[in-house]
Structures are given as C-alpha cells and as structure tokens.
C-alpha cells in the first residue's frame, strides 16, 4: 500500500503528463524515500525510443529519480507550494541494464548532504531486484517564479 498514491504526488510536485514519472511513494522517512514507477507501452516515448524494441530512456529514468528525490525534499517543507525542486548536477550515472514495457522501477534515493537550499543524494533504480540505474543528484529548492506574460503579436510584424 502506498504511503503517498499519485494524487498525493501531485499535491508535490508540479509536474503533469506528461513529464511526471513518479506513480507512488511506497517508504518515507526523514532522509530516504523509495517510489514506483510503473512502466507501460502506453508511454509517449516508446513511439521513437525506439519503436521495434521499447526502451526507456535513461535520461528519464534520472528524471524519474529526482522526482522522487523532490517529493522528499518538498514534503517536509510547510510552504512548497511556493517552491520549487530543480535538479542542479547529475553525477556518476550509470545505466546498467534496459528499461522495458511492463516493468516497474524501484527508485530508492538517500540523501547524503543537505543544507537550507541544496540536497546531494545517492540513488538506484531496480527491476525485480536488479539495478538497472544509479546517480547522484543534487537538487536546489527555488522560489516560483511568478507567471510572466509576453506581450501580444502586433498585425503584421514578423519577430525574428
């Protein structure tokens, strides 16, 4: 049973169909959370990646990762609807074995610095048992920024 189901996840994060890759929350504690990810055919990068034979790419498996790293950072945090999680530095990724349709990623991720603003921590991804990716990240906490209208296009001017 999941400590945190998807619609939890999406009280967190900002993050919607879709880039969110995260599908529960299933341990969480202080400085370490393990999530799910379920992985279908259904995912709009199997049409390209590639289409004779599916395989998640490993730059969202590390996507995948540091969501569930800011589902951690951001659930301790009383006003993170105001913030935001940015991944600032991927280190020492490794890509081990593929990501297929119909497996489900296990992200365990431990924080191993932190500080007000900024998180490092070490994460795995496994497939019943077997990493199939590790890295460590480090994550900054930003303001929002507040939603910034462009100026409307004037009849007849191209911009360029």
């Given at each position: 049973?999941?400590?945190?189901?998807?619609?939890?996840?999406?009280?967190?994060?900002?993050h919607r169909?879709?880039?969110?890759?995260?599908?529960?929350?299933?341990?969480?504690?202080?400085?370490?959370?393990?999530?799910?990810?379920?992985?279908?055919?259904n995912e709009?990068?199997?049409?390209?990646?590639?289409?004779?034979?599916?395989?998640?790419?490993?730059?969202?498996?590390?996507?995948?990762?540091?969501?569930?790293?800011?589902?951690?950072?951001?659930?301790?945090?009383?006003?993170?609807?105001?913030?935001?999680?940015?991944?600032?530095?991927?280190?020492?990724?490794?890509?081990?074995?593929?990501?297929?349709?119909?497996?489900?990623?296990?992200?365990?991720?431990?924080?191993?610095?932190?500080?007000?603003?900024?998180?490092?921590?070490?994460?795995?991804?496994?497939?019943?048992?077997?990493?199939?990716?590790?890295?460590?990240?480090?994550?900054?906490?930003?303001?929002?920024?507040?939603?910034?209208?462009?100026?409307?296009?004037?009849?007849?001017?191209?911009?360029?």
């Amino acid at each position: 049973m999941p400590i945190l189901d998807i619609q939890a996840i999406r009280e967190i994060l900002p993050h919607r169909y879709p880039m969110l890759l995260v599908d529960a929350i299933i341990e969480l504690e202080e400085e370490r959370i393990v999530g799910i990810k379920n992985v279908t055919i259904n995912e709009p990068f199997f049409a390209g990646h590639f289409p004779d034979y599916p395989v998640m790419p490993g730059v969202l498996i590390v996507e995948a990762m540091a969501q569930v790293a800011g589902v951690l950072v951001l659930s301790s945090i009383p006003d993170r609807h105001s913030k935001l999680v940015l991944l600032a530095a991927i280190e020492e990724a490794k890509f081990r074995r593929p990501v297929l349709p119909g497996h489900q990623l296990r992200i365990e991720m431990k924080v191993t610095r932190r500080k007000a603003s900024v998180a490092k921590m070490h994460g795995q991804a496994t497939v019943d048992g077997n990493v199939v990716a590790e890295a460590q990240l480090m994550c900054k906490l930003a303001d929002k920024a507040p939603v910034i209208s462009l100026p409307a296009p004037v009849d007849g001017l191209v911009s360029g």
